[in-house]
């Protein structure tokens, strides 16, 4: 009881600081993606259809309502979170790191594919501000003190798979630089994760599943934690699989600044 009344307030938590600095940028919802209708597709009806669903997530299979409400308490993108100008200031720091790494193939664990990454802990003191924003907004306690930062091709990908309890905690926030990109997130379950070392699956069918599309636009900022984090495969959709709500959503480069929690 304890538990669920304290992801309660945590999630109440989030969602108050979400409001107060989309109220405090002002923020234009007048464009054409914050205006389309959320759609659910499923073979079925959706038994909780009536929950709202904000414009950046789509729903597709039959979810449990609790599910539902978990993972829309759980998965937070925050558009615009930071302007073009802030873009431009982060990546003027990261590029002369990022270009003396190369490109790998795959990941140590086969969830990436055409990457590069770092990690960094002293920055420059105007994107410092960027990611103490990023930390009022997504965390309640201390964050881990390096920041991941992950930089992928135009045809890298990130495979399905569920992040490791044994690096960090139950929060992750990234900062989407350099372009949109689409999000897949499908609902597993603990015996389908076999590997104990990662807890990762690579689905080869859908049918029996549910699951959401995330729309990650340039310079926003997602929230993932606790439900949707560890009950969730995530990845970066690629190609003709790079659609949402029917668009076709060109994904280049991509620069993700990625904070976590202590585990």
């Known amino acids: 009881m304890f538990g669920r009344i304290f992801h309660n307030r945590t999630c109440l938590a989030l969602a108050h600081k ?13 464009n054409k993606c914050c205006h389309e209708e959320t ?6 009806p959706t038994p909780a259809k009536e929950l709202l669903h904000p414009p950046y997530v789509s729903l597709y299979g039959d979810w449990p309502a609790d599910d539902q409400t978990r993972f829309l308490a759980d ?11 802030e873009e431009h200031a982060m990546l003027e720091e990261l ?24 990690e960094r802990k002293h920055w420059f003191p105007a994107n410092r501000v960027i990611l103490d924003r990023v930390k009022d907004i997504a965390f309640e306690g201390e964050t ?26 139950t929060t992750i926030a990234g900062l989407s630089l350099l372009t949109d990109s689409v999000m897949r997130l499908v609902r597993t379950n603990d015996e389908e994760q076999t590997n ?15 699951w959401a599309d995330v729309l990650l ?18 990845e970066i959709l690629v190609g003709d699989e790079s659609i949402f709500k029917g668009r076709k959503i060109e994904k280049e480069r991509r620069v993700s600044v990625i904070c976590r929690n202590e585990a």
């Open 39 to 44: 759609k659910i597709i499923s073979k079925t």
């Open 144 to 169: 881990l003190p390096y920041v991941h930062v992950l930089d992928l091709t135009k045809e890298g990908v990130i495979k399905p798979h569920v992040d490791s309890v044994r690096f960090c905690g």
């Open 217 to 234: 636009s340039r310079r926003s900022l997602y929230v993932m934690k606790d439900h949707a984090r560890y009950k969730f495969t995530h």
């Open 196 to 210: 104990e070392d990662y807890r990762q699956i690579f689905a080869s069918s859908r049918e029996d599943k549910f």
């Open 18 to 30: 979400v409001k107060a600095f989309a109220n405090s940028r002002r923020q234009c919802l007048s």
């Open 95 to 118: 590029e002369p790191v990022l270009k003396r790494i190369r490109y790998e193939v795959d990941h140590w664990d086969d969830a990436i594919h055409g990457y590069r990454e770092t």
């Open 75 to 85: 998965m937070t993108v925050i558009t615009d979170f930071i302007t073009e100008a």
